[in-house]
């Protein structure tokens, strides 16, 4: 049976690792640059998990973790589609590949868009791979007019 519980500051280790099977398994990045990020992205998370600026859910079975997704709660300017000073990034939704296909990230996006619904704001944003994206616009989210320049 599937168990969902908070992320703690002792899964830091594990989000790293989520991260860096995610990027994996989209086909993101290669080798090096994946074990940079997870080696980089362990000390940013930690600080965030412990002051609550980072919030996420583990799914496990049998005590073995399998899954996991995040929110970033960024700070954010007021503006005319939300006025919270508060922005939800939705980030490292993993799903082991040998779970996949038992609704367990939909069942992780769902707790994302509670909880940012739950501290009143209206917009969760997410950066999809090609492998989410259809997993999003199936739950009503919608590209936008976000524009990045590579330095």
Partial sequence: MFHTRPATLADSALIAEHRQ???ADSGQGDDAVRATVRANFEPWV???LESGEY??????LDGRPIAGAGIWWMQWPPHFLDPVPLRPYLLNVFVDPAHRGHGLARKLVELAIEAARSRGCRIL???ASRMGKPIYEKMGFSGTT???LHL
Wanted: aromatic share 12%.
């Fill in 125 to 127: 944003s997410l950066h």
């Fill in 46 to 48: 930690r600080p965030r």
């Fill in 55 to 60: 919030t996420g859910w583990i799914v496990e």
């Fill in 146 to 148: 976000e524009m990045m």
């Fill in 21 to 23: 099977r995610m990027f």
